[in-house]
């Protein structure tokens, strides 16, 4: 792979997560109104991102998979960024998903600009909570970083490839991580995989490859719980910055003065 420098200036990219939203605006998740919690996420990203590259929605966009929802999030969204790229997640409908887009090329696989490729991965398994990648998806990403091998490479997909340190949320990872592991590693140009679903923060390394998970737009789970736990952490989105050189710069960002009405005792939903 070439070395450039880190001179020219870096791809701005923003992650949105697990949204939620519901067959109609105004829809509640756990007393939260996600289209209002979006909304407030959103104005956040415009106020602080002047410029965006590329906008990333990894899953669970609505809570129900529902044709509604995903036109909702697409007119909230559509001008954010000059490139967006959609995943599905276990709460997510692909078929639905689209046919709700029709020929936009959000569900695109990949996306290469600059000297990165961005690459999306389907983890959502048909009625399974947790993650699962099919062969399909495991050949489609070798396709792709066999295409690109002088980009650095971005992966992203709902579910998250290792544990976060929450017991009944790393029963949901994805089932079959190893095996993207294996392919990962004969390829030295990936630098991130990037995941949602875990509805929280989360950075760490394996092998020099950096493991990110973001905060959701609606509600968020505590860290480090062993059981069915919200936390009190506002509403969130994810910035990267990706260097030419393959450095990435990544925060995290949330919203304040939302009025947070969450049910805080729940269990589960």
Known sequence: MSKPTDQQLPLRVVQITDCHL??????????????Q???????????QQPRIDVLLATGDLSDQGSTAAYRRFLSATRDLAEHTRWLP?????????????????????????????????DSSARGEVGGYLA?????????????????????????QVEPVGCAWL?????????????????????RSVVSGHVHQRFDDLRHDVRVITSPSTCVQFAPNSDDFKVDNEMPGYRWFELHANGRICTG???????????????TGY
């Open 22 to 35: 519901g067959k109609v605006a105004g829809s509640r998740l756990l007393n939260l109104d996600t289209d």
């Open 37 to 47: 919690s979006l909304a407030a996420v959103i104005e956040l990203v415009r106020a």
């Open 89 to 121: 997640g276990n709460h997510d409908d692909p078929t639905v998903m689209r046919a709700a887009l029709g020929a936009d090329s959000r569900m695109q696989r990949n996306l290469v600009l600059g000297n990165w490729q961005i690459v999306m991965l």
């Open 135 to 159: 062969a399909e998806e495991l050949d489609a990403l070798k396709l792709c970083l066999d295409a690109h091998p002088e980009h650095f490479v971005l992966i992203c997909l709902h579910h």
């Open 170 to 190: 790393d029963r949901q990872q994805v089932a079959n991580s190893e095996q993207l592991w294996d392919v990962i590693k004969n390829y030295p140009q990936v």
């Open 252 to 266: 995290v960002e949330r919203v304040s003065g939302f009025d947070y009405e969450i049910d805080l005792t729940a």
